[in-house]
């Protein structure tokens, strides 16, 4: 019998649980459950005897992949697999794939709940601004980039998006105006909606000298890592522009400096909620799964990613 763990720090929705449950027993696999876990030790020791893992932004580093000694597939129930040690994993003989496009919507909704949250003012009862006549940059335009545009678009933004691996007839399709360089997009944009993965060329590329591009009320969403952006020039922006304000799901490193210094003009989620909805964690868990048994089945290597 094959057995499955799924190994989330971050749980997912019972619902999900059960869902990916059904899958697996379906195809007569093992599921084995490790939620909360506090340590990477307790990963380590229950990857031991598993043929496939399940994960989340959990870290699948060396260590892990060479405790795994049956891991034959690991599936990220998710689009970012920064947290997943590619080298080693190919080095392991271990194929690594992700979910795209199953938790997006969530993760949008998230950008925009963020923005009105910040626009009034956090609710606190003083007079705030619209999100209607302003405009917004989508710094790439993927699947959480095209969905952050159209509801952003329903609110009556003006949408400019900047992503030099999607064609131009894709992005004005969506009714979003393409600019020709990451400048312009952020000289256009009031709001900026940060959608860019974290590697190698991302990592710290987004610093004070391209923020201090933006326009008079500047804000940046931030739904994608917080290893994107250079803390340095991030705090060079705060406190040479008081109009800047920063939204990013989970807080930077310089959190304590931007909460000392620079009140009302930040929000922070407490634990990275963007994907935290039902909805995205039945959609990335059940298709996890069934990418693990088509995989094991079949030998289907659809999203595979190293
Ligand atoms: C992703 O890359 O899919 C999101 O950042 C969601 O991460 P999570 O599964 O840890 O919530």
């Known amino acids: 019998m094959k057995k499955v ?18 899958i697996l027993d379906n195809a007569a696999y093992e599921l084995i459950l490790l939620e909360k876990y506090e340590d ?28 795994a000694k049956n891991l034959k597939i690991v599936v990220r129930a998710g689009a970012g697999y920064d947290n997943i040690d590619l080298v080693a994993a190919t080095e392991a ?4 794939m992700n979910t795209p496009g199953q938790n997006s919507n969530a993760v949008a909704e998230l950008a925009l709940g963020m923005m009105v949250y910040l626009a009034r003012n956090g609710f606190n009862g003083t007079a705030g601004v619209e999100l209607k006549g302003k405009t917004l940059g989508i710094h790439a335009f993927g699947n959480v980039g095209k969905l952050v545009a159209g509801i952003a678009k329903g609110f009556g933004m003006k949408v400019f998006a900047f992503d030099p691996f999607v064609a131009a007839e894709i992005i004005e399709k969506e009714g979003v105006e393409v600019v020709k360089s990451v400048e312009d997009l952020y000289r256009n944009s009031q709001y900026i909606s940060l959608n860019i993965p974290s590697n190698e060329e991302t990592r710290s590329s987004i610093g004070y000298e391209i923020l201090s591009l933006m326009p008079e009320g500047a804000s940046l969403v931030n739904t994608a890592r917080k290893e994107v952006i250079d803390e340095k020039g991030l705090l060079k922006m705060f406190s040479e522009r008081p109009d800047f304000k920063y939204l990013s799901d989970i807080a930077p490193d310089c959190y304590e400096d931007i909460e000392n210094n620079f009140p009302g003009r930040y929000f922070f989620t407490p634990k990275k909620m963007g994907a935290q909805t039902a909805e995205a964690n039945i959609n990335a868990g059940k298709a996890a799964a069934n990418q693990i048994v088509a995989f094991i089945e079949k030998g289907v290597e659809t999203f595979k990613v190293n």
């Not at 990963?43 to 405790?67: G, H, N």
């Not at 003989?93 to 690594?96: H, M, T, Y």
């Open 40 to 67: 990477p030790s307790e990963l380590i020791q229950a990857v031991s005897d598993v043929d496939a893992l399940i994960i989340r932004s959990d870290k699948v580093t060396a260590e892990v992949l060479k405790a």
């Open 5 to 22: 763990l799924v190994a989330t720090e971050k749980p997912f929705a019972q619902a999900a649980v059960s869902e990916i449950r059904g």
């Open 93 to 96: 003989n271990v194929v690594a």
